[in-house]
Protein backbone atom coordinates (compact mmCIF):
# COMPACT_ATOMS: atom_id res chain seq x y z
CA UNK A 1 0.00 0.00 0.00
CA UNK A 2 1.45 3.27 -0.75
CA UNK A 3 1.37 5.63 1.76
CA UNK A 4 2.37 9.44 1.32
CA UNK A 5 4.11 11.10 4.67
CA UNK A 6 2.67 15.00 4.50
CA UNK A 7 3.52 17.87 7.15
CA UNK A 8 1.59 20.34 8.22
CA UNK A 9 1.45 23.70 10.61
CA UNK A 10 -1.63 23.99 12.65
CA UNK A 11 -2.09 26.53 15.01
CA UNK A 12 -2.20 25.60 19.13
CA UNK A 13 -5.11 26.87 20.44
CA UNK A 14 -4.09 27.11 23.84
CA UNK A 15 -0.58 29.04 23.16
CA UNK A 16 -1.17 30.22 19.55
CA UNK A 17 2.02 28.48 18.21
CA UNK A 18 2.47 26.72 15.15
CA UNK A 19 2.64 22.89 15.70
CA UNK A 20 4.10 20.56 13.18
CA UNK A 21 1.22 17.98 12.18
CA UNK A 22 2.42 14.73 10.03
CA UNK A 23 -0.53 13.10 8.42
CA UNK A 24 0.02 9.53 6.97
CA UNK A 25 -2.76 8.35 4.41
CA UNK A 26 -3.16 6.47 1.37
CA UNK A 27 -2.90 7.54 -1.75
CA UNK A 28 -6.32 6.48 -2.83
CA UNK A 29 -7.13 8.57 0.23
CA UNK A 30 -5.18 11.45 -0.80
CA UNK A 31 -6.84 11.28 -3.96
CA UNK A 32 -10.41 10.71 -2.70
CA UNK A 33 -9.84 13.95 -0.23
CA UNK A 34 -8.59 16.23 -2.70
CA UNK A 35 -11.21 15.64 -4.99
CA UNK A 36 -13.94 15.85 -1.89
CA UNK A 37 -12.28 19.43 -1.14
CA UNK A 38 -11.73 20.60 -5.16
CA UNK A 39 -7.83 20.53 -4.29
CA UNK A 40 -5.53 20.13 -7.08
CA UNK A 41 -3.49 16.72 -7.28
CA UNK A 42 0.08 17.34 -6.90
CA UNK A 43 1.84 15.40 -10.20
CA UNK A 44 3.57 12.37 -9.36
CA UNK A 45 7.17 12.16 -10.78
CA UNK A 46 9.24 9.44 -10.44
CA UNK A 47 13.18 9.28 -9.55
CA UNK A 48 15.45 8.04 -11.60
CA UNK A 49 18.39 7.20 -9.33
CA UNK A 50 21.65 7.32 -11.03
CA UNK A 51 24.42 4.38 -11.45
CA UNK A 52 26.85 5.43 -8.79
CA UNK A 53 29.82 4.19 -10.99
CA UNK A 54 28.51 6.89 -13.66
CA UNK A 55 30.41 9.40 -12.05
CA UNK A 56 33.51 7.64 -12.85
CA UNK A 57 33.24 7.09 -16.52
CA UNK A 58 31.34 10.59 -16.81
CA UNK A 59 35.18 11.89 -15.19
CA UNK A 60 37.15 9.53 -17.55
CA UNK A 61 35.26 10.31 -20.45
CA UNK A 62 35.45 14.24 -20.27
CA UNK A 63 38.95 14.01 -19.07
CA UNK A 64 39.82 11.76 -22.14
CA UNK A 65 37.98 14.56 -24.69
CA UNK A 66 38.99 17.28 -23.16
CA UNK A 67 42.93 16.03 -23.12
CA UNK A 68 42.31 14.87 -26.67
CA UNK A 69 41.62 18.11 -28.23
CA UNK A 70 44.50 19.66 -26.40
CA UNK A 71 46.67 17.06 -27.95
CA UNK A 72 45.27 17.51 -31.40
CA UNK A 73 45.00 21.04 -31.54
CA UNK A 74 48.75 21.03 -30.10
CA UNK A 75 49.57 18.74 -32.95
CA UNK A 76 48.16 19.93 -35.78
CA UNK A 77 49.37 23.55 -34.36
CA UNK A 78 52.94 21.99 -35.48
CA UNK A 79 51.79 20.82 -38.10
CA UNK A 80 50.84 24.25 -39.85
CA UNK A 81 53.56 25.99 -38.21
CA UNK A 82 55.98 23.54 -40.05
CA UNK A 83 54.09 24.75 -43.56
CA UNK A 84 55.89 27.10 -46.14
CA UNK A 85 53.32 29.28 -45.56
CA UNK A 86 51.69 28.52 -42.76
CA UNK A 87 47.60 29.58 -42.34
CA UNK A 88 47.61 32.20 -39.76
CA UNK A 89 43.85 32.12 -39.18
CA UNK A 90 44.39 28.15 -38.44
CA UNK A 91 47.07 28.12 -36.31
CA UNK A 92 45.13 31.40 -33.85
CA UNK A 93 41.85 28.44 -33.93
CA UNK A 94 44.14 25.93 -32.88
CA UNK A 95 45.77 27.67 -29.89
CA UNK A 96 42.20 28.85 -28.93
CA UNK A 97 40.55 25.42 -29.19
CA UNK A 98 43.91 24.24 -27.08
CA UNK A 99 43.76 26.80 -24.47
CA UNK A 100 39.82 26.43 -23.98
CA UNK A 101 40.26 22.56 -23.20
CA UNK A 102 43.21 23.01 -21.41
CA UNK A 103 41.81 25.22 -19.34
CA UNK A 104 38.35 23.37 -18.72
CA UNK A 105 40.66 20.31 -17.75
CA UNK A 106 42.51 22.20 -15.14
CA UNK A 107 38.85 23.63 -13.94
CA UNK A 108 38.07 21.11 -10.99
CA UNK A 109 34.62 22.72 -10.74
CA UNK A 110 33.64 20.70 -13.75
CA UNK A 111 34.50 17.66 -12.72
CA UNK A 112 32.14 18.32 -9.66
CA UNK A 113 28.63 17.22 -10.36
CA UNK A 114 27.70 14.51 -13.52
CA UNK A 115 25.37 17.27 -15.17
CA UNK A 116 28.42 19.57 -15.58
CA UNK A 117 30.46 16.60 -17.01
CA UNK A 118 27.93 15.86 -19.40
CA UNK A 119 27.38 19.31 -20.54
CA UNK A 120 31.63 19.38 -20.94
CA UNK A 121 30.71 16.36 -23.12
CA UNK A 122 27.88 17.57 -24.82
CA UNK A 123 30.18 20.32 -26.11
CA UNK A 124 33.49 19.18 -26.75
CA UNK A 125 32.87 15.80 -28.24
CA UNK A 126 31.51 16.81 -31.54
CA UNK A 127 34.26 19.70 -31.53
CA UNK A 128 36.91 17.06 -30.94
CA UNK A 129 35.22 14.88 -34.06
CA UNK A 130 34.83 17.61 -36.45
CA UNK A 131 38.88 18.23 -35.91
CA UNK A 132 39.78 15.13 -36.21
CA UNK A 133 37.65 14.81 -39.75
CA UNK A 134 39.24 17.95 -41.16
CA UNK A 135 42.67 15.75 -40.51
CA UNK A 136 41.77 13.16 -42.51
Do not use: C
Not at 33 to 42: E, G, I, R, V
Not at 67 to 94: C, F, W, Y
Amino acid sequence: MDKIMEAQFVTDVETGEPLRVNLSMDYKEYVELAKKNHLPLTPTSTVQERNPLDWYSLTESTKSILTGLVALASTEHMKEMKKAHPNQDRIAELVALRDEAHQANRNTQNYKTMERMEELIAKYSPILLAEKKKIL
